[in-house]
């Protein structure tokens, strides 16, 4: 069902005679509702831009879909057989996946069984065809996956130490530097419907700006992850329009400045100030917090038989966001998102092929005691 809460009366009446007969001509709407033609015209400009309708047949937008926009890229997993040393050779076992932080999240949601998008870019190369193709096995909409000639599709590498945790990531994503706020308008319908939009900060900064600035009066809500230390940099000063920001303790550090205290209070307090709506901050084993308003809940982490980190926050956020589509609080999505983690590290794959509703829903038990809640962020 289409939320109807951002609209005034006459704006609802336009869209109900809509919905009863999606082929009406605007006359006829106007005079059915007693209106001028001009009138029902400014109306349905209205509920395009908000994101209500797309085009004709007016098409009502679908609800309770995620659009991803993002990363995608190919990743190869290396994971040490011994100690690693520097400066020498280190024997390893290796893997080949799919990865991307968009992509990993949008795949994660499909597999939770919330309707999700992909809005990427990768190479018109082998690598590209095979990402999409396995997108669409999984039931993501790639519809808006654009395939470019000159660019590789992205590559992520990660060496891993013998004990599972990563010691190195290399990336080489200079195909995202293609996207421009010419694609992001080409897809905008798709956004402007959607229930959620997250997006990554592999975007250039242009395009993320681009992205909050719509978001003020958009019926949709934005959820913008770091991804790293590097490309959180990407955000500019001003935050507002973001929803949800996820981001850990390194990448918070770096986008508030050395200014600030590296504690979880005077960081989302920081970040808060800036705009954000809430901060959902990640401490790896130590659990996170989530800051809204004046309230900071701690969350302790969860225990975990780790396997591989790599795509744990991807995880964090999909379950979240998926709990966030069905009506549930922030704090409370979270607690979901962080058994979608630990089912992430206790896996080989970048994203748990395994993962779904009911698996999550078979772990909920390995929660810690009901989160705290402290007054103030600050």
């Known amino acids: 069902m289409i939320e109807k809460d951002k609209l005034n009366d006459q704006e609802r009446a336009v869209l109900d005679r809509i919905a009863a007969d999606p082929f009406a001509g605007q006359q006829e709407i106007a005079d ?10 400014t109306y349905i400009a209205h509920l395009t831009r908000k994101g209500y309708l797309f085009g004709r047949a007016y098409v009502l937008a679908e609800a309770n879909r ?17 100690p690693l040393q520097q400066g020498t050779s280190n024997p390893v076992t290796s893997r080949r996946s799919f990865g991307g932080v968009a992509r990993n999240v949008a795949e994660t949601l499909a597999r939770l069984g919330a309707p999700s998008s992909l809005i990427s870019v ?16 999984c039931g993501v909409d790639t519809t808006r996956v654009l395939m470019v000639s000159g660019y590789a599709t992205a590559e992520y590498a990660a060496i891993l130490n013998a004990d599972n945790e990563l010691a190195l990531g290399i990336a080489d994503m200079e195909i995202f530097d293609s996207v421009t706020i010419d694609d992001m308008q080409r897809f905008w319908p798709a956004m402007a419907g959607a229930s959620w939009v997250f997006a990554d900060c592999n975007l250039p900064p ?8 719509r978001r003020v009066g958009a019926r949709f809500r934005l959820a913008v992850d770091a991804v790293s ?30 200014s600030t205290a590296p504690t979880p209070r005077a960081l989302t307090a920081a ?3 800036r705009g954000a709506g809430s901060v959902v901050l990640t401490n790896g084993a130590g659990g996170l917090v989530v800051a809204s308003g004046a309230k900071l809940i701690n969350l302790a982490g969860v ?4 396997v591989d980190v790599t795509g744990a926050g991807d995880a964090l956020i999909a379950g979240t966001l998926a709990r966030l589509l069905h009506g549930e609080q922030l704090p409370e999505a979270c607690q979901t998102g962080m058994i979608a983690a630990v089912l992430a590290v ?9 993962i779904s509703e009911q698996l999550i829903e078979r772990n909920l038990h390995r929660l810690p005691a009901a989160p705290k809640s402290q007054k103030k962020a600050s």
């Not at 995620?66 to 011994?82: F, M, N, P, Q, S």
């Not at 082998?126 to 193709?133: A, E, F, I, M, P």
């Not at 242009?206 to 600035?213: D, H, K, S």
């Open 32 to 41: 059915s509702l007693g209106l001028a033609r001009p009138t029902v015209a």
């Open 66 to 82: 995620i659009v991803c926009v993002g990363g995608a890229t190919v990743d190869r997993k290396y994971r040490a057989c011994e």
């Open 122 to 137: 990768v190479g018109d190369d082998g690598s590209g065809h095979s990402l999409v193709r396995h997108l669409q096995s």
């Open 206 to 213: 242009a395009v993320l700006t681009w992205l909050r600035e």
């Open 229 to 258: 230390a590097v490309k959180v940099m990407h955000l500019q000063a001003d935050l507002t329009g973001i929803d949800v920001l996820f981001l850990n303790m390194q990448e918070a550090v770096a986008l508030v400045g050395e």
């Open 271 to 273: 970040l808060l100030a």
């Open 303 to 306: 225990k975990a038989n780790v």
């Open 346 to 354: 206790e896996s080989d794959e970048s994203v748990n092929s395994s």
